[in-house]
């Protein structure tokens, strides 16, 4: 919700012209050149992987008991909760889109990164990494990981090629292998 207002009272519509241009859902854009998508969309590649290499770097502090969901979701608690459990299913399916896909990249990569040239430069991505990192407060253990991994594989290449697609694409890769794995424990 706060996306669209903010881009209705910057833009006065929600026409999908004026969503799109705003916050750069378009094909990515070489900046060289000019030459858009094609190509260019070969950049998921190597965002992908930092993107997943981000799970092997070893976090300076320890997630507090009960809150490292990587080991609850191999529990057997977890696997015979979410065994048949489509109600469940449905819920996370819902949180990831409404979290990662229209909530921190709409908001990261689609509203601010745009915008933040005006105040910080060149640099703008290297802020934009920063606040997302902060926004990663609620859990500290990841938030170096988050600065480092993230800045690179999101905000980095969504500026250099002006699309947000690229980092809802990287940014959604691990919730897609996530909701896999958890489809798999549901037809069990």
Excluded: C
């Excluded at 854009?29 to 993107?51: E, H």
């Excluded at 969901?69 to 489509?86: I, K, R």
């Excluded at 090629?161 to 809802?168: D, E, N, T, V």
């Amino acid at each position: 919700m706060l996306v669209v207002v903010l881009v209705h009272r910057e833009r006065g519509s929600l026409r999908w012209s004026v969503l799109k241009d705003a916050l750069w859902l378009q094909s990515p854009r070489s900046p060289t050149t000019g030459r858009v998508g094609g190509r260019l969309w070969l950049v998921l590649i190597p965002a992908l992987l930092l993107f997943a290499a981000e799970g092997f770097i070893p976090h300076p502090f320890t997630p507090p008991p009960g809150y490292d969901f990587a080991a609850f979701s191999q529990s057997e608690a977890f696997v015979a909760f979410m065994s048949g459990n489509w109600v469940w299913y449905a819920v996370i399916v819902a949180l990831v889109v409404f979290n990662t896909i229209l909530g921190e990249e709409l908001l990261f990569r689609g509203v601010l990164l745009p915008r933040m040239q005006g105040t910080f430069g060149r640099f703008d991505w290297v802020a934009n990494g920063l606040l997302f990192a902060a926004y990663h407060l609620h859990t500290p253990w990841v938030m170096p990981a988050t600065l480092l991994v993230d800045t690179f594989a999101l905000a980095y290449p969504s500026r250099r090629y002006r699309s947000a697609l690229i980092g809802i694409i990287v940014h959604s890769s691990q919730s897609v292998f996530a909701l896999a794995l958890m489809l798999l424990l549901v037809l069990r």
